[in-house]
């Protein structure tokens, strides 16, 4: 044990590990932000530059500490106690395992970890944790607000209707039993998924802005979907079909081809993504953005659980849904294959498309997408991406050819499609509008970069 220590202490804090020079109530919140995570350990003695102190200790010393950590701690926390010596100086090991039954707080606050630090935890995050531990999700619960009234029987046996075409199976239970044993009726009153779902009027929490830019600010046409989860989609994909373009390929076959400027399987992915995984508690709008090189996609809700934007690039992680409810209706449905699968697929169809990949990153206080029209195979995106890892010289070069290819772009997006920082393109910018190689024309909120 005492090697494992020793490694540990060299390693320094990190997500699962703290250093502190003596008990005090930092030492409860830490317990917490580890319960409330995937567990940890903290050695008190040491201190945050990693140098061994040690610290005095009895058997009274560590009843009383163990007995604060219970009794500050809410539903209590006992961690595991040892006591050990380095060096002939004291430490004392305190290994906190992750909780079954979340959030654990800490005189009515809530801390988890992220890297090596504690960080006080949001009301969403708060909720999140409760659900995750009985099982379940927001859209399970009873919506209190809406009543049977409030939903199309229409739209709850069109539903059904599409279950059974894909399950290939008839309901023998009429339309009631159905919505029971989907629990998306329970106690004889609906559940949010199921208002959701089937609302037949004006949905209050569901509003899908779609509309076609000109430039940041003029809007060609827009429309606003505030209706149930299947006509939005159907709605949404039916307005960007009508704003994209389309050529006809001629091919051995006797009807033509047609070929839409994006690929439609991925803008299909994203749409039903963004219904399945907003978080609508968030009192924002669901928007997508249809400009002449790119369509911006953003929902209310960041990444849910633990996933972040690195482990979603990498394509190894575990799939966890915030509405789980409505995606195992839209899964029973064939609206979705699987779980977790949908960014490698939207990734793919962008590739085999010939586009660039699309940017995934959280944004505000929900998710943002952006797929380009550009070429991504060997083109002026790929050396982009190529030159902003060589250097500045690369990177102005680089920049320099993106311009080129791209006349009209600003800072911002040319940060995007050369994946890198604003304030790297806006020092490139300078070196080539001092050298007299690009211009800005345009008014300040509107123009854009060209190449002389």
Same mark, same amino acid.
């Given at each position: 044990?005492?090697?494992?220590?020793?490694?540990?202490?060299?390693?320094?804090?990190?997500?699962?590990?703290?250093?502190?020079?003596? !008990?005090?109530?930092?030492?409860?919140?830490?317990?917490?932000?580890?319960?409330?995570?995937?567990?940890?350990?903290?050695?008190?003695?040491?201190?945050?530059?990693?140098? =061994?102190?040690?610290?005095?200790?009895?058997?009274?010393?560590?009843?009383?500490?163990?007995?604060?950590?219970?009794?500050?701690?809410?539903?209590?926390?006992?961690?595991?106690?040892?006591?050990?010596?380095?060096?002939?100086?004291?430490?004392?090991?305190?290994?906190?395992?992750?909780?079954?039954?979340?959030?654990?707080?800490?005189?009515?606050?809530?801390?988890?970890?992220?890297?090596?630090?504690?960080?006080?935890?949001?009301?969403?995050?708060?909720?999140?944790?409760?659900?995750?531990?009985?099982?379940?999700?927001?859209?399970?619960?009873?919506?209190?607000?809406?009543?049977?009234?409030?939903?199309?029987?229409?739209?709850?046996?069109?539903?059904?209707?599409?279950?059974?075409?894909?399950?290939?199976? =008839?309901?023998?239970?009429?339309?009631?039993?159905?919505?029971?044993?989907?629990?998306?009726?329970?106690?004889?009153?609906?559940?949010?998924?199921?208002?959701?779902?089937?609302?037949?009027?004006?949905?209050?929490?569901?509003?899908?802005?779609?509309?076609?830019?000109?430039?940041?600010?003029?809007?060609?046409?827009?429309?606003?979907?505030?209706?149930?989860?299947?006509?939005?989609?159907?709605?949404?994909?039916?307005?960007?079909?009508?704003?994209?373009?389309?050529?006809?390929?001629?091919?051995?076959?006797?009807?033509?081809?047609?070929?839409?400027?994006?690929?439609?399987?991925?803008?299909?992915?994203?749409?039903?993504?963004?219904?399945?995984?907003?978080?609508?508690?968030?009192?924002?709008?669901?928007?997508?953005?249809? !400009?002449?090189?790119?369509?911006?996609?953003?929902?209310?809700?960041?990444?849910?659980?633990?996933?972040?934007?690195?482990?979603l690039n990498s394509g190894h992680y575990a799939s966890r849904?915030?509405?789980?409810?409505?995606?195992?209706?839209?899964?029973?449905?064939?609206?979705?294959?699987?779980?977790?699968?949908?960014?490698?697929?939207?990734?793919?169809?962008?590739?085999?498309?010939?586009?660039?990949?699309?940017?995934?990153?959280?944004?505000?206080?929900? !998710?943002?997408?952006?797929?380009?029209?550009?070429?991504?195979?060997?083109?002026?995106?790929?050396?982009?991406?190529?030159?902003?890892?060589?250097?500045?010289?690369?990177?102005?070069?680089?920049?320099?050819?993106?311009?080129?290819?791209?006349?009209?772009?600003?800072?911002?997006?040319?940060?995007?499609?050369?994946?890198?920082?604003?304030?790297?393109?806006?020092?490139?910018?300078?070196?080539?509008?001092?050298?007299?190689?690009?211009?800005?024309?345009?008014?300040?909120?509107?123009?854009?970069? !060209?190449?002389?």
């Open positions: 044990m005492i090697n494992d220590i020793l490694s540990a202490i060299s390693a320094g804090e990190t997500g699962t590990t703290e250093f502190k020079s003596s !008990f005090q109530k930092e030492v409860i919140e830490t317990v917490v932000a580890f319960a409330n995570a995937k567990g940890g350990r903290i050695i008190i003695g040491v201190s945050d530059t990693s140098k =061994i102190n040690g610290v005095e200790v009895n058997n009274e010393t560590l009843k009383d500490w163990l007995n604060q950590i219970k009794n500050n701690t809410h539903p209590s926390v006992l961690p595991d106690i040892e006591v050990c010596k380095i060096d002939g100086k004291t430490i004392v090991l305190i290994s906190v395992t992750e909780q079954p039954i979340k959030p654990i707080a800490f005189k009515n606050r809530y801390f988890k970890r992220i890297q090596n630090s504690n960080h006080l935890m949001s009301l969403d995050e708060i909720a999140n944790e409760h659900l995750k531990s009985i099982n379940s999700s927001w859209d399970y619960h009873l919506d209190t607000r809406h009543d049977f009234g409030d939903i199309s029987m229409e739209k709850v046996l069109g539903l059904i209707q599409k279950i059974e075409k894909n399950k290939d199976r =008839i309901f023998d239970d009429d339309p009631y039993q159905v919505l029971q044993k989907y629990e998306l009726v329970k106690e004889g009153k609906l559940t949010f998924a199921a208002y959701l779902l089937f609302v037949n009027n004006i949905s209050a929490i569901t509003s899908l802005q779609v509309g076609r830019f000109k430039t940041e600010t003029d809007i060609i046409d827009n429309v606003d979907l505030n209706t149930d989860l299947l006509s939005q989609i159907e709605g949404a994909l039916s307005f960007i079909r009508k704003h994209l373009m389309v050529e006809y390929v001629i091919t051995g076959e006797a009807q033509r081809q047609e070929r839409y400027d994006y690929p439609l399987e991925a803008i299909r992915e994203i749409v039903i993504n963004m219904v399945i995984h907003r978080d609508y508690r968030d009192s924002g709008n669901s928007i997508i953005k249809i !400009f002449d090189d790119r369509i911006e996609f953003f929902n209310p809700g960041k990444l849910y659980g633990d996933l972040t934007i690195a482990q849904t915030r509405n789980r409810a409505i995606a195992n209706m839209f899964k029973e449905c064939g609206l979705i294959e699987r779980y977790g699968s949908g960014i490698k697929r939207i990734r793919n169809a962008c590739v085999k498309h010939g586009l660039a990949e699309p940017v995934f990153e959280e944004f505000q206080h929900g !998710f943002h997408v952006v797929i380009y029209k550009e070429s991504g195979v060997g083109g002026v995106n790929e050396g982009a991406n190529e030159g902003a890892n060589e250097g500045a010289n690369e990177g102005v070069n680089a920049l320099l050819a993106l311009i080129a290819h791209h006349p009209g772009l600003r800072a911002p997006l040319l940060a995007k499609k050369m994946q890198t920082s604003v304030k790297n393109i806006e020092r490139w910018l300078k070196n080539l509008k001092e050298n007299g190689d690009i211009e800005f024309r345009g008014a300040s909120k509107t123009g854009g970069y !060209f190449a002389k």
